[in-house]
C-alpha cells in the first residue's frame, strides 16, 4: 500500500480463487480444506452471499476478497455474519475495489464488534462516497450532468452518505479488537476525515496501535484533529502513522509545495509531545529541503525511530540537513526516490561514522549506481559496514564508556566525534579485517 512495502510470506498456505457465485458451488469445493491464507476476486457481487457465507465458515486467518460492486444491506448483513463465524479464527481481513451504503457499512461494523481475533482491518481502496439507496441502486441523476454542472445535489448525498459510513466505522472500531486499521486510497476528504478522528475512531479505541491514511486528501481540520488526539492527555496508543501521498500525484505546483509543508507543520509540537508513536509514513509529500529542518527538530523530541520520506523532493542539501541534524533515536530511515546524489551519501556516512550508532536500516538511491561508478563503491562498503557495526553492538560499547568517563568526571567521548572513533565489538573483528584486505574505505576507522 502507500505506507508499506513489507510483504507477507504465505507460503504455501496460500489459495486464490476468482468469480466465487451462488450457484458456483464448484469453486468453493475447490478449495484446500484447511488454507490459512485465502484472496477472493470477485468480479460480480448479484449472488454472492452464499458463497461468502461458505467462506467465512473456512478456517481462514487471513481473507481478502476484491469485489467490484457495491454494498448494500443484504450484503453487510453477510458479512456481519461471517465475522461473527469466524471470529474464533480471523486475524486479518481486507475488502477493496468496492462501494460502500450506509447500511453495508453498519453490517460490517456490527461484525467488528464480534470479531474477537480480528487484528487487521485493510479497507483500502474502497469508496464511501455512494449516491444511491440501501439495496445498491444507484440515483440516475448522477450520470447525466449539464454544461452547468448540476451535481451539487449529488455530491452532498455522497457527502452525507459517506460521513454516515465514517460514524458507523468509527462505532464499530470503538468496541473491537482491530489494532491495525488501513484507509489508503479512499478518496477521503478534509472534513469526512475530521469526523472520523473525532467521532471516536481514535479516542475510543484504545487497542489501535496502527493507523494508515494514506492517497486521501487531508487538510487543515484533520490535520489539527490528528495532532489532538497525538497530544491527548488520556493518552495516545498510536504507534504506526501512515500519511504517505497526502496531497495526490498530479500536481507538483509550488503551491502545492507550500500548503503540503504548511498542513504537515501542524503535526510537529505533537510529535514533540507525543510518547508511543514510533513508525511515521511521510512519502511523496513533496517535501522539500528547507523542511527537513523543522521535521527534524520535531522528531529529535519524538520517540519516533522509524522515518519514511521516500519520493519527496529532497536533494543533497536536504540530506546534509538530515545528517546534520537526525534524530538520535531513529533506526530505520527510507529516503529512496529523491534526487540524492555522492554529496548526501557522503554526508550521511559521515554522520553514521562520527555519532550515530541507532542507525541500522539507510536506504538511499544512490545505491542503485554504486555497482556502475567504482569511486562509490567504496562508498557503498563503508555505509554497510557501519550499518553492521550498529547493528552488532556499537551503541553498547558507547554507553559503557559514558558511563565510566561519567563516574571519573571526564568529558564524554562521544563529544567530541571528530576527535575519537567508538569502539568495534570483539566479535564483529573478522570483520574489520576481511574488509581491509579487500578495499580501503574512504574515511578512517
Not at 451462488?22 to 454472492?48: A, H, T, Y
Request: net charge negative; proline share 4%; aromatic share 6%.
Amino acid at each position: 500500500d502507500d505506507d508499506d512495502d513489507l510483504n507477507d510470506d504465505c507460503g504455501d498456505n496460500y489459495y486464490t480463487t476468482t468469480n466465487i457465485q451462488d450457484n458456483k458451488r464448484s469453486s468453493i469445493d475447490s478449495l484446500p480444506p484447511s488454507p490459512r491464507f485465502l484472496g477472493i476476486e470477485v468480479m460480480d457481487c448479484s449472488g454472492l452471499q452464499l458463497g461468502l457465507w461458505h467462506i467465512f465458515r473456512l478456517p481462514v486467518t487471513h481473507l481478502s476478497i476484491s469485489m467490484h460492486g457495491v454494498v448494500n444491506e443484504e450484503l453487510g448483513r453477510i458479512l456481519s455474519l461471517g465475522l461473527r463465524v469466524s471470529s474464533w479464527v480471523l486475524q486479518e481481513f481486507r475488502v477493496s475495489t468496492l462501494t460502500w451504503t450506509p447500511s453495508g457499512m453498519k453490517g460490517l461494523a456490527r461484525g467488528l464488534q464480534a470479531a474477537t481475533t480480528l487484528q487487521v482491518l485493510d479497507l483500502s481502496y474502497t469508496q464511501f462516497q455512494w449516491n444511491g439507496d440501501a439495496n445498491g441502486n444507484r440515483n440516475n441523476g448522477g450520470d447525466d450532468i449539464d454544461a452547468n454542472h448540476e451535481a451539487t445535489g449529488v455530491e452532498q448525498q455522497e457527502a452525507a452518505n459517506a460521513i454516515e459510513c465514517l460514524e458507523s466505522l468509527a462505532r464499530g472500531l470503538s468496541k473491537s479488537q482491530v489494532v491495525c486499521l488501513k484507509l489508503n486510497r479512499c478518496r477521503l476528504k478534509d472534513d469526512q476525515l475530521t469526523i472520523l478522528i473525532r467521532e471516536g475512531l481514535l479516542e475510543q479505541n484504545e487497542c489501535l496501535q496502527e493507523l494508515y491514511l494514506g492517497g486521501n486528501q487531508p487538510k487543515r481540520q484533520a490535520l489539527i484533529a490528528l495532532a489532538e488526539y497525538l497530544k491527548s492527555p488520556r493518552g495516545c496508543s498510536l504507534v504506526t502513522l501512515g500519511l504517505s501521498n497526502i496531497m495526490g500525484r498530479e500536481d507538483n505546483s509550488a503551491s502545492i509545495n507550500t500548503e503540503t509543508s504548511n498542513i504537515l507543520s501542524l503535526l510537529y509540537p505533537a510529535l514533540s509531545v507525543n510518547r508511543s508513536l514510533r513508525v511515521l509514513h511521510l512519502a511523496s509529500n513533496f517535501l522539500h529541503d528547507e523542511d527537513m529542518f523543522l521535521l527534524c527538530k520535531a522528531l529529535t523530541r519524538s520517540q519516533v525511530t522509524m522515518l519514511d520520506l521516500k519520493s519527496n523532493c529532497i536533494s543533497n542539501r536536504g540530506t546534509q540537513i538530515l545528517a546534520e541534524h537526525l534524530p538520535p533515536q531513529l533506526e530505520r530511515l527510507w529516503l529512496l526516490g529523491n534526487s540524492i546524489g555522492e554529496n548526501g551519501a557522503k554526508a550521511l556516512l559521515q554522520a553514521l561514522e562520527r555519532y550515530h550508532v541507532n542507525l541500522v536500516d539507510l536506504r538511499i538511491p544512490v545505491y542503485d549506481s554504486f555497482a556502475l561508478v567504482p569511486e562509490l563503491e567504496a562508498l557503498d562498503e563503508a555505509c554497510h559496514f557501519y550499518l553492521l557495526l550498529n547493528q552488532g553492538g556499537r551503541r553498547i560499547l558507547m554507553e559503557e564508556e559514558e558511563e565510566q568517563n561519567k563516574n571519573s568526571g571526564a568529558a564524554s567521548k562521544t563529544d567530541l566525534p571528530d576527535q575519537h572513533q567508538p569502539k568495534v565489538p570483539l566479535g564483529l573483528w573478522p570483520l574489520v579485517l576481511e574488509r581491509i584486505n579487500r578495499t580501503k574505505l574512504p574515511y578512517p576507522w
